[in-house]
């Protein structure tokens, strides 16, 4: 029996360009919400077959993915039902995607199911670390600056060279760490920086210290690159909410009414503000050695269209 529609608003749609343009074809890898790709690759097809004998619909869907019901497609674009394991590979198989596409199709739908902040914390990380996988692979980011650029791991321990008494010993820095990264990602982590330059071992005392500044210039990166990293460090943030005492951390939000041009100025004022911190840091560790390293990330993104 054929189900009938609900009030519930099907997502718009983010390919949806002004006048007669035809749609172009969803790409995966720039979607978070897996209903919103579904609702823009039925779309998609739609518009390449509406000139057909038989335009493209919710009961070819179903055929083409071995499902009975033939508004099923439409319920799981209108959040009316949750997709299973199993039809995320009927779904991938209906939609023709490639292997690496339907690996990267299941995450999007376990971080869509998801409630629990810790977890969709972690799902969200792990997408945007397979995006760059993906893209390094294909060749869209070249290897070679993949492997130069420091994951968060590499950042941390950096910062860890202003400690005092700082030892590269690896069982020592992963207690520092509090478990968070393993043996084998610190000892990785501290051979892309030496390798790299950015830090080297003193000849006369025989400790490490750092050579050449991290950039911050992350203009001229991969945006997917970048991303990866501000996703791996601002994910410490909410781990921290959940692991560390009131007392060693600090957190403070606003959700705000803004016009565009308040947010540019407020914008304007947390880059200031991030670069004098960091020029502040630099002139104390010039003269003195810090205790511990702390993680400050400055957010601000819009919640509404």
């Known amino acids: 029996m054929e189900v009938q529609p609900t009030n519930v608003s099907i997502p718009k749609s983010t390919f949806s360009p002004p006048g007669p343009t035809p749609l172009a074809s969803p790409d995966l890898s720039r979607y978070l919400d897996y209903r ?9 097809k739609k518009s ?5 004998l038989r335009p493209y619909s919710y009961a070819m869907f179903s055929a083409a993915a071995d499902i009975k019901s033939p508004n099923y497609l439409k319920m799981i674009i209108e ?3 949750n997709l299973s394991a199993e039809m995320v590979g009927k779904f991938s198989q209906a939609m023709n995607l490639s292997k ?3 690996i990267e199709f299941r995450m999007l739908v376990e971080f869509g199911h998801a409630s629990d902040p810790s977890e969709r914390n972690f799902l969200l990380k792990s997408i945007v670390q397979y995006r760059v996988q993906k893209k390094v692979k294909s060749g869209e980011i070249n290897l070679q600056l993949y ?6 791991v590499g950042w941390i321990l950096y910062a860890m060279l202003d400690l005092k008494n700082f030892e590269f010993n690896i069982e020592t820095l992963r207690k520092k760490l509090k478990g968070k990264a393993s043996l084998e990602e610190i000892k990785s982590a501290f051979e892309n920086l030496a390798l790299t330059g950015k830090v080297k071992k003193d000849e006369s005392t025989g400790r490490w210290k750092k050579a050449n500044q991290l950039s911050e210039n992350f203009d001229e990166l991969p945006v997917s690159l970048v991303r990866q990293l501000q996703a791996e460090l601002m994910s410490l943030g909410l781990e921290s909410l959940f692991h560390d005492e009131p007392q060693n ?4 939000t606003l959700t705000l009414a803004l016009t565009q041009v ?3 100025d407020l914008r304007f004022q947390l880059r200031k503000l991030r670069k004098q911190v960091h020029k502040d840091n630099s002139i104390h560790r010039m003269s003195s050695e810090g205790e511990k390293v702390y993680q ?10």
């Open 48 to 52: 390449q077959t509406k000139n057909d």
């Open 36 to 44: 919103i790709f579904l609702c823009d690759f039925f779309e998609f």
């Open 262 to 264: 308040e947010f540019e």
């Open 249 to 252: 951390r600090e957190f403070g």
């Open 296 to 305: 400050l990330n400055l957010e601000l993104f819009p919640l509404t269209d």
């Open 79 to 81: 959040g009316r039902r």
């Open 100 to 102: 690496d596409e339907a």
């Open 147 to 152: 492997q130069r650029f420091p994951n968060w």
